[in-house]
């Protein structure tokens, strides 16, 4: 049975999920002076993350958190090239002419970039992290979200109640299925393949793609190691994996020969970890009580590595906005609209790009015995040196990027 209203555990802002955009809402909101509660369903933040790209956007952002220096101390590895093989025609995407003081992407493991943010929020008196603690639903008067059901770290379900609660959830988000939201699926015409293989120190820098007919690969400098992701059509993932792993090892070398020392890395399919690729966004991203953010709100594609720089910029747009009306008590339907008009069109736009690219890029790239013409863009671009220059702006920092609010700078 609920507890009485006396005894009911309360906080100003719960959060659920403590991926990039919970926590750097949280960071945010108590530094702005709210009661924050993130909740974060394992007990650490070491799992297998494939997003660990940090783009010069959030580079920024942490510049006007004060966390520029502890960044740089963590080990991570600096891209400032894109280097591309699209359908036999080369591709160079140029960060280094860029503005602004980040021209390359940082690759950290995901983990230490969260761990940074939630060490930098515990110092906050009003912000709490619980771990191990499950989001399980909304608690709603009504049609208003007034907090969440939730198991703790011993297995108890519990209640917190709260002015506003944060869907920080994922693309799988639980807050979203529970309350009935159903995203519109775009669709994707591939699925990727994860794993590792070994770098040598006069191995090409940077990141690498081969995007040809019938197959695709991507390499990942990550400085000892290449993180490969290679593209395999959608859902035949347990068709591909029966054909054996040497199936996969020569597929690798076909598109990246200087890799044929290295593939015997790969001893069996254990190695190889799927991503099962969606492309989806909301049409609305509120209800009452409850807003929803990050891949909770529109999951991405791959391409591009946006999906985390994309979260992190909702949580940013959001703290800003939310942070005195949360202190006042006064958190509106109008002003969680607010933040959805802010963040809807740079998610759309990416959105749109990353969906052109899958029907002329990736499904010719899935497509065995399809052949066809590098698209027209793609061969301008080959020609068109400032070009590259903007795609680079494109991907590294994005439409309308967003900055920390002066209450939160350090």
């Known amino acids: 049975m609920p507890a009485d209203e ?13 991926g990039p955009a919970g926590i750097m809402l949280g960071l945010l909101l ?4 709210v009661d924050v509660t993130v909740m974060e369903k394992h007990a650490d933040f070491l799992r297998d993350f494939r997003g660990d790209t940090v783009h010069a956007s959030t580079l920024r952002l942490l510049d006007e958190l004060g966390l520029a220096a502890d960044f740089a101390r963590m080990p991570h590895r600096e891209i400032d090239t894109l280097n591309m093989n699209i359908q036999g ?6 960060l280094r002419r860029i503005p602004g003081p980040h021209k390359h992407i940082a690759l950290v493991p995901q983990w230490d970039f969260l761990e940074l943010l939630a060490a930098a929020a515990d110092k906050e008196p009003t912000f709490r992290l619980l771990r191990s603690t499950e989001v399980l639903a909304p608690i709603r008067r009504g049609d208003k979200v007034i907090g969440v059901s939730y198991r703790d770290s011993g297995g108890q379900v519990r209640e917190l109640h709260a002015e506003l609660t944060v869907a920080c959830d994922g693309r799988s988000s639980t807050l979203r299925d529970t309350m009935g939201l159903k995203p519109r699926n775009f669709g994707a015409p591939m699925d990727v393949w994860w794993f590792r293989l070994p770098r040598n120190a006069d191995d090409p820098h940077g990141l690498a793609g081969v995007l040809g007919t019938g197959h695709a690969c991507i390499a990942i400098d990550r400085g000892d190691y290449f993180q490969i992701a290679y593209i395999i059509p959608k859902g035949r993932d347990a068709e591909l994996r029966a054909q054996g792993i040497e199936t996969l090892r020569r597929g690798v070398v076909t598109l990246a020969p200087w890799l044929a020392g290295r593939v ?34 529109h999951a991405m594609s791959p391409v ?8 992190v910029a909702d949580a940013v747009a959001a703290g800003r906005a939310l942070a005195g009306p949360l202190r006042r008590g006064t958190v509106s339907t109008r002003q ?13 736009l990416i959105q749109s ?10 499904a010719v790239a899935v497509s065995a015995g399809q052949t066809a013409k590098p698209p027209r863009f793609v061969r301008i671009a080959n020609r068109v040196p400032a070009l590259r220059t903007v795609a680079g702006y494109a991907v590294a920092i994005g439409p309308l990027p967003e900055h920390v609010p002066e209450f939160a700078r350090r």
């Not at 025609?89 to 140029?94: F, H, L, N, Q, S």
């Not at 591009?304 to 979260?311: E, M, P, Q, W």
């Not at 609209?337 to 740079?346: H, I, K, N, Y």
């Open 264 to 297: 015997e890395a790969l001893t069996s399919f254990d190695d190889v970890k799927l991503l099962d690729v969606q492309l989806n966004r909301l049409r609305r991203w509120y209800a009452d009580g409850l807003l929803l953010i990050g891949d909770a709100a």
């Open 6 to 18: 006396d005894s009911t555990e309360k906080t100003t802002c719960v959060i659920a999920g403590g």
């Open 89 to 94: 025609t080369p591709v160079e995407i140029d």
């Open 304 to 311: 591009g590595g946006v999906g985390i720089n994309l979260a």
């Open 353 to 362: 790009v990353q969906r052109v690219i899958h029907s002329r890029v990736i």
């Open 30 to 33: 108590a530094r702005g002076g």
């Open 336 to 348: 969680l609209a607010r933040v959805q008009a802010r963040r809807w069109l740079p998610a759309a």
